[in-house]
């Protein structure tokens, strides 16, 4: 019998809730204790409504009882992941609902996309500042290149200023769907223990632009939804600290790093 891996541990939560944030954007959030993060997920209804992650595989049930009670599978048109990694699209059973596409960055597609077994080919990818309507609403893709992945890109819904950073921004443990706390240190702090960027280059880059967004409210997919009032003191964290890898993932030191 093959030795079973440490890695099958798939991310699992007890409770997983909706909270509508703003009008008709839906924050789907469990928290995962042994991870001491939340996994977020965001369902924007529309004429054509688009679900944003679709949680890890782990939760993926749960996840989908929640979008169902705000609109039937059948009508949901798009899947968005914002970069190749299980908790961006886990749960890829939703791509099994009729008529549903991927959506996703032309990177993502070029590198990951094509030439694996089995994944789902039908799916529409994007370029920088190239942008998607789903009826009231805009959608604008930006790549965000080496923010934590090659393929990274962020989401920046124009009609309500919503800014989807994916795992830019994120604060551990479970708060209110969105905090009026300001735990940039925490999140800082989460950053260096966990080594998710490589350098701060890119990613002080990427936050220039988004605080030129102005966006009224920025949806992380760990953590709480972040208000423009505070956005700033998350922002200027980033600006202003280190907290780019230094030997430590996921928590643990890799000894062969001095
Ligand atoms: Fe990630
Ligand atoms: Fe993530």
Same mark, same amino acid.
């Given at each position: 019998m093959p030795a079973v891996s440490k890695t099958t541990q798939f991310p699992k939560s007890d409770r997983v809730t909706a909270s509508e944030i703003?009008?008709?954007?839906?924050r789907i959030s469990g928290f995962?204790? $042994?991870y001491g993060i939340t996994f977020n997920q965001f369902l924007i209804v529309d004429e054509q409504p688009m679900l944003i992650h679709t949680g890890p595989i782990g939760m993926y049930k749960q996840i989908e009882e929640r979008v169902k009670e705000i609109v039937p599978l059948e009508k949901l048109s798009y899947v968005a992941f914002l970069h190749f990694e299980a908790d961006e699209w886990g749960g890829m059973e939703f791509l !099994? $609902?009729?008529?549903?596409?991927?959506?996703? $960055?032309?990177l993502s597609s070029k590198l990951n996309l094509a030439g694996w077994y089995d994944i789902p080919v039908n799916h529409v990818s994007f370029w920088d500042n190239e942008t998607m309507k789903t009826g009231k609403r805009k959608f604008r893709f930006m790549m965000t290149p080496h923010v934590h992945h090659w393929d990274s890109m962020m989401v920046y819904e124009e009609s309500t200023k919503s800014l989807f950073t994916s795992d830019l921004f994120i604060q551990p443990r479970i708060n209110t769907p969105v905090i009026s706390q300001d #735990? $940039? !240190? !925490?999140?800082?702090? #989460?950053y260096r223990a966990v080594g998710i960027f490589a350098s701060e280059g890119p990613v002080r880059q990427t936050t220039k632009r988004l605080l030129d967004l102005h966006p009224s409210m920025v949806y992380p997919m760990h953590g709480s939804c972040i208000d423009n009032g505070l956005f700033q003191n998350y922002a200027s964290a980033i600006m202003n600290q280190s907290f780019a890898y230094s030997g430590r993932l996921l928590g643990q030191k890799l000894e062969t790093v001095t």
């Open positions: 703003s009008d008709g954007i839906y995962v204790e $042994s !099994q $609902s009729k008529d549903v596409q991927l959506v996703c $960055s032309d #735990l $940039s !240190q !925490q999140m800082i702090e #989460l």
